[in-house]
């Protein structure tokens, strides 16, 4: 895999279940209408409860995937997901693409995208846990094993947002931290 030469910047939003990455994303997309978000293809059933995403089966993603449609994929929860290779156009024309990420995928991304930002989001565990019962995905069991995965250290590189007021204020740290990340290219 060859890294990519784009002028543009890709941004990584990453960080655990129920800290508001989908959220800020829109927010964030809402603020700058600018950037691309990148719409993630998960073998997950599309249903109101979810982001919105590209639903696919995993024969379809496997068949995808040979076809080189993705920039990069990965695993987590028992799912896949993968970010459509059209970013790569979006890239090379200078644009910012945001993706909501894996922290696991990140030394995978990076090699391929030397100008990735990482931003790592992060609320208080409390403030997990209500967000995750509210969205009513998962049951206790399931919100139990996300919040353990919660308390990791930030990836390599990541700079760390606390979402723990308002969405706006969130956006707003992430929209600094693109702005200095592009006035450093």
């Not at 068949?63 to 290779?85: D, E, I, K, N, T």
């Amino acid at each position: 895999m060859s890294a990519h030469r784009g002028k543009g910047l890709l941004v990584a939003i990453v960080g655990p279940s129920g800290v508001g990455k989908d959220t800020l994303i829109a927010g964030l997309a809402d603020a700058r209408p600018d950037l691309i978000v990148a719409r993630r293809v998960i073998t997950r059933v599309a249903d109101a409860g979810s982001e919105a995403h590209i639903a696919v089966s995993e024969a379809l993603f496997d068949a995808q995937l040979a076809m080189g449609r993705y920039a990069f994929h990965w695993a987590a929860h028992g799912l896949r997901y993968a970010v459509p290779a059209g970013i790569d156009l979006e890239l090379g024309q200078g644009r910012v693409v945001v993706f909501n990420g894996s922290r696991a995928a990140l030394p995978m991304i990076a090699a391929k995208y030397p100008r990735l930002l990482i931003l790592m989001i992060t609320a208080p565990v409390e403030t997990l846990a209500t967000r995750l019962r509210a969205r009513g995905r998962e049951n206790t069991r399931a919100i139990a094993a996300r919040l353990k995965r919660a308390d990791l250290d930030p990836p390599k590189g990541a700079q760390v947002i606390v979402n723990d007021a308002t969405p706006e204020r969130a956006v707003a740290q992430i929209d600094a931290a693109i702005n200095r990340a592009l006035q450093s290219a």
